[in-house]
């Protein structure tokens, strides 16, 4: 069974598009976060949502809007898309009272041209 | 500054060594720290979390220094299963903040 998952695992698409990316998990955790891995494989968190209720807004542009419709989902859309938006990105989830813990999904590899 | 430095490595040893890798975090408010794994293109998995008093698991022996800020893994008897990236985290107020990795490549 498939914890955290992501869609798709990799996105290839032209400066000044707009995508999506999709997470889901079936932990029946509360907490779930998108971080962003750059080519320097600096690994940085860029949203948090707790129970749909978003909790860190780190300084990311604001062309990155995520969106949690339930608290299994919490999905990343961005606008405008930018050669400097080119990295991996993973959503992750963390256990109710172990905020510790975390469980990533598979990544999602975006190439923007 | 960033919040969490490692030494970017390689480490390259052979099967069988002790290796030992350091990291140092700038925030002493941070509360808790790990150390995770991450396979080459694959996503980061959490490897053992460490405590002040020094924790062990099988051939892994994490060690927390809140004095230095800094926090350090010991991998013993290395197998080249081991080959990967080890990224120290440190927890604070609701936020992880990862260092960059440090590469191990175990070779025969």
């Known amino acids: 069974d498939t914890a955290v998952s992501q869609t798709p695992k990799y996105l290839v698409t032209q400066m000044g598009n707009d995508k999506s990316i999709k997470c889901e998990q079936n932990l029946g955790h509360d907490t779930m976060y998108w971080y962003k891995q750059d080519s320097k494989k600096f690994l940085k968190i860029m949203f948090s949502y707790n129970n749909k209720e978003l909790i860190i807004n780190e300084t990311v542009p604001n062309r990155f809007s995520p969106k949690s419709p339930d608290k299994a989902h919490l999905n990343l859309h961005i606008n405008s898309l930018e050669l400097g938006d080119s990295a991996v990105y993973f959503c992750a989830s963390s256990h109710p009272g172990q905020q510790e813990t975390q469980y990533f999904g598979p990544g999602t590899r975006l190439l923007v041209l | 500054r960033k919040e969490v430095e490692q030494d970017p490595g390689p480490f390259n040893v052979p099967e069988g060594a002790t290796v030992a890798f350091n990291c140092t975090y700038s925030?002493?408010?941070?509360?808790?720290f790990f150390w995770y794994r991450q396979d080459c293109r694959k996503e980061p998995k959490l490897l053992m979390s460490v405590y002040s008093s020094g924790n062990e698991d099988g051939r892994f022996t994490a060690q927390l220094n809140r004095a230095s800020q800094y926090i350090s893994l010991l991998i013993r008897d290395s197998k080249l299963s081991d080959s990967a990236t080890y990224l120290c985290?440190?927890?604070?107020?609701?936020?992880?903040?990862f260092g960059s990795g440090t590469k191990l490549n175990v070779k025969p």
């Open positions: 985290v440190a927890y604070n107020f609701n936020k992880f903040y």
């Open positions: 925030n002493s408010a941070s509360q808790s």
